[in-house]
């Protein structure tokens, strides 16, 4: 689904039913952000991928 919602004045409406256009309220609702961890919460996430990356 494209992330801009001008880009629906460039659709067809064959590519703005391929892309469920309208369902794009119902999907963004169940959406979340990512959140950014803190320095030490990033610090241990990069521990953890480097001790499963050299098992």
Not at 18 to 27: I, S
Request: without cysteine; aromatic residues 8%; proline residues 5%.
């Amino acid at each position: 689904m494209p992330a801009n919602m001008k880009a629906g004045e460039h659709l067809t409406d064959t590519q703005k039913a391929a892309l469920r256009w309208n369902d794009q309220a119902e999907y963004l609702k169940k959406t979340q952000l990512y959140p950014i961890p803190s320095a030490e919460l990033d610090q241990k996430m990069q521990d953890a991928w480097t001790d499963m990356m050299q098992q």
